[in-house]
């Protein structure tokens, strides 16, 4: 098939070329020229694991970067991958969506056969029907007959990307006409995974939902943990207890620094604004957040209560990412960390495999180290933000600290001893 994918991030990249290793023609639309050239020359301008050489294998061949919107004119199908980032107010910014759709139905204008616009950025349900549909037909002056619609959430997670996207857990298609179904399901057609066909809105709301369950589940993990911590109770030990239940299951109960990211934070402030919006007052939901925000100071205060006032101490930082593998600090919880470190006049040296880049953006004035040593070398703290694996083989390391005193946002560490290791 020949598929355009609009939109060169995080899901338009790994998309589009885990489309043209399916075999279909692809190619991908992007206002960034620097991404379009990295992505051209075969390099990914974002790391995930197994990118690189897919993109290696199809870039020039099957998959290629522009910024014009051309191809859309040849397409059977065209995936919408364009960020939705939050507003002030939490409701979630359309305008890339709507300035994405009137580019493409410009473009449908004068093509004579069948093709299918799908929305694969995470949207409030009702926008693909709403927002989406009547923007494309306006600027291409046709009918539902001669474009479809659908929606085709993507659940896969960064720093695993690529793997889910191949083998996922499940297919969700929301069209509202079944041609349109069918044709974003032949896509898929080298996937193994189960399908359901939805409504375009169900569709929309399972993504949000997803995400909102996720999250209430590390925020619920993190309430149980802080009642432990004031009663002397090991957490870890209760979930491992809790998670054996299969109608709960092991995943996401790890009590922490909180969740972070491109999706939680957003997806779960724009269901509350949709919720509000709806006359509903979404209490579970803002309790979610309010216990994901406060998280991150209580890190600092149970620092403060084992390392003393953090006025000129030296503290390291480990781990920048939002969750390890990948380099994506967006909303990350080591970001208000790192403020509120800085703010109680503590120097902070950071350490991540991969995300000090993106990182030094925020903070061009902290100290960056090469290895985990030398971020604990002479360290009168220690704060753990990311559950990167090599972080989880440190031992040894932490008597370089001048004050062994570490604080565990992702309960990861094996030091043998666990001296010094406090959540
Ligand atoms: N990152 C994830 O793990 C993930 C997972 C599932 C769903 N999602 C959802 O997918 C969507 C995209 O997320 P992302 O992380 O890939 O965002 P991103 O910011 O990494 O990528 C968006 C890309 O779209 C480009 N763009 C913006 N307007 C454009 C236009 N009019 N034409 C062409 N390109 C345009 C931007 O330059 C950017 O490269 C969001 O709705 C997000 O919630 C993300």
Redesign the pocket.
Known sequence: MRISV????????VTGTCFAEFGHQVTI????PE?IKAINEGKPP?YEDGLEDLLKKNAGHRLRAEDGYESVAGADIVFI?????PKPDGSANLS?IE??SC?IGEKLKDIPGYCVVVV????PPGTTEHVVRPVVLKMAKKTEREIGFAMN??????GR?VADFMNPDRLVIGSSDPRSGKQVEEVYTSVRAPLIHTGISAAEMI?YTSNAFLATKISFSNEIGNICKNLGIDVYDVMKGVGLDPRIGPLFLNAGAGFG???FP??VSALVSLAEHAGEKPVLLQSVLAINEQQPSRMITILEKRAGSLAGKRIAVLGLAFKDNTD?I?DSRAVPVIQMLLAKGARVIAYDPMAAPNMKKIFPAIEYCPTAADALRGADGCLVMTEWPEFTRLDKEFDLMAHTVIIEGRHILSRKDREGICW
Request: hydrophobic residues 30%; proline residues 5%; aromatic residues 8%.
């Open positions: 609009v939109g060169g991030g995080y899901v338009g990249l639309i992007e206002i960034d991404k974002i991958c364009v960020g939705t980032p890339y300035s994405a580019s694969k950025s995470t949207v959430p993507e659940f896969l997670r960064e990307a993504k990211g491109s999706c957003k997806d994506d967006r």
